[in-house]
């Protein structure tokens, strides 16, 4: 399989590796599969073990919200960059389902070649995992900002309420009538 190598090396996975050290890993491990606009690339909750590069185009990230059928979007992830990378490292079952946004090209890397190659190629294989380190860091670092913002909103919209539930509730204790809103 021909691979561009300029493509690829724009994936933070590969930062630091050759063009020939490109070739061999996705020339070994990679799997090639095209996937139509709005079809399922992987269900959450579905076993994987392969990561996803996404060299061009668009991915939707999808979670169910539990319950008729309702689900929310997460991100959507644009090329170049790689996802499912959770699955890949631990073989939990998927998170969250992705969906192609558009005609898509994505190269596999399916782990047990990908598993061999880095024993064999150690140092390799340690820019690798050293890659998937920072990448999860970065994803970590994104989603506590995100949670810290939401918490914040959350406290904001507390401090507002709170004050008008007590003052009704101060009513009630004088021997008003006045509903209780807590």
């Not at 076993?47 to 061009?56: E, I, R, T």
């Not at 919200?65 to 090329?79: D, H, K, P, Q």
């Not at 005609?103 to 890659?131: D, F, Q, V």
Request: net charge neutral.
């Amino acid at each position: 399989m021909e691979i561009d190598v300029r493509l690829f090396s724009q994936i933070s996975l590969f930062n630091d590796l050759t063009a020939d050290e490109l070739k061999m890993v996705v020339g070994r491990c990679a799997q090639v599969r095209d996937f139509a606009p709005g079809q399922v690339i992987f269900q959450e909750g579905a076993p994987g073990s392969g990561v996803y590069c996404l060299l061009q185009g668009r991915v939707q990230v999808e979670i169910d919200m539990g319950g008729g059928g309702s689900r929310r979007t997460l991100a959507t992830i644009t090329g170049p960059d790689i996802f499912g990378e959770v699955a890949f490292l631990d073989g939990s079952p998927r998170s969250a389902t992705t969906i192609a946004q558009e005609k898509l090209t994505l190269y596999i890397l399916e782990k047990e070649k990908m598993l061999a190659l880095m024993g064999e190629a150690t140092l390799l294989g340690y820019r690798i995992m050293s890659n998937f380190s920072r990448i999860l860091a970065d994803k970590v670092r994104r989603s506590n900002h995100a949670l810290i913002q939401e918490a914040r909103k959350l406290h904001s919209v507390q401090s507002s309420a709170m004050p008008l539930a007590a003052r009704k509730y101060q009513d009630v204790s004088q021997g008003y009538t006045t509903q209780v809103w807590v």
